[in-house]
T-cell receptor
Framework: GQQLNQSPQSMFIQEGEDVSMNCTSS?????WLWYKQEPGEGPVLLIA?????ELTSNGRLTAQFGITRKDSFLNISASIPSDVGIYFC??????????FGQGTTLQVKP | DAGVIQSPRHEVTEMGQEVTLRCKPI?????LFWYRQTMMRGLELLIY????????DSGMPEDRFSAKMPNASFSTLKIQPSEPRDSAVYFC??????????FGPGTRLTVL
C-alpha cells in the first residue's frame, strides 16, 4: 500500500538552530499536511499544502509541496525548546483515507 | 471555540470488559474520524463519518469494534469484549474540509 517515509527519524539539536525534515512517497499526492504532536496530546495541524511548488509559512515554520508531488519539506527556523515533539506528514491516499508518515522526533537542547 | 473533546482521557480495564470511548467534535464540522495510535503501527484510521453517516469502516480491526454517531455533536467507539492487544491511544478528529482534521487529546486505553 501507499506509504509516506519521513526523514530523519529523529533529531537532537541546539536551541537556535534551523531544522529541516522531509517526507517522500513513491506515489503522487495532491495534498500534503504537516502535523505536530506533543507528549500526551493529539496531533495539531501546522500547515496544509494544495499545489505543487507551493511554499507556505506559519510563523517560524515553512513547508513546501514538492514539484514532483512525491515529496514535501518542513523547515523550522531558530528552534526553541517548545518546538519539541513529533512532526508528522500526511496526505490523502488512493482510497481517500489520510495516510500518516511515521514521524520525525525533534528534541531541542536549551 | 472549544476543540474536539474526548472522554475519558485514560481507561484501564480488564480483558473481556466492554469499553466505550466518547467524542464531541467541533461544532460545524461535518466529518468525524476515529484513529488508533500505537508504536508499532503509528496512526491508523478506524472509521469516519460524514454528516453522522458512517462512510468507511474498513479500518475497524474486528467485529469487536463498533462506532456510532447518533447526532452531530456526539460519537462513541465501543470495544466489546476488549483484549490486551487493543491497548493504544484512540483519537477522535473532526473537520469541515476532509483533509484538515483537528484531533482531540486522545484516550489512552490499557487492557490488562
Amino acid at each position: 500500500g501507499q506509504q509516506l517515509n519521513q526523514s530523519p527519524q529523529s533529531m537532537f539539536i541546539q536551541e537556535g538552530e534551523d531544522v529541516s525534515m522531509n517526507c517522500t512517497s513513491s506515489s503522487i499526492f495532491n495534498t500534503w499536511l504537516w502535523y505536530k504532536q506533543e507528549p500526551g496530546e493529539g496531533p495539531v495541524l501546522l500547515i496544509a499544502l494544495y499545489k505543487a511548488g507551493e511554499l507556505t509559512s506559519n510563523g517560524r515554520l515553512t513547508a513546501q509541496f514538492g514539484i514532483t508531488r512525491k515529496d514535501s519539506f518542513l523547515n523550522i527556523s531558530a528552534s526553541i525548546p517548545s518546538d519539541v515533539g513529533i512532526y508528522f506528514c500526511a496526505g490523502p491516499g488512493n482510497t481517500g483515507k489520510l495516510i500518516f508518515g511515521q514521524g520525525t522526533t525533534l528534541q531541542v537542547k536549551p | 471555540d472549544a476543540g474536539v473533546i474526548q472522554s475519558p482521557r485514560h481507561e484501564v480495564t480488564e480483558m473481556g470488559q466492554e469499553v466505550t470511548l466518547r467524542c464531541k467534535p467541533i461544532s460545524g464540522h461535518d466529518y468525524l474520524f476515529w484513529y488508533r495510535q500505537t508504536m508499532m503501527r503509528g496512526l491508523e484510521l478506524l472509521i469516519y463519518f460524514n454528516n453522522n453517516v458512517p462512510i468507511d469502516d474498513s479500518g475497524m480491526p474486528e467485529d469487536r469494534f463498533s462506532a456510532k454517531m447518533p447526532n452531530a455533536s456526539f460519537s462513541t467507539l465501543k470495544i466489546q469484549p476488549s483484549e490486551p492487544r487493543d491497548s493504544a491511544v484512540y483519537f477522535c478528529a473532526s473537520s469541515r474540509l476532509y483533509n484538515e482534521q483537528f484531533f482531540g487529546p486522545g484516550t489512552r486505553l490499557t487492557v490488562l
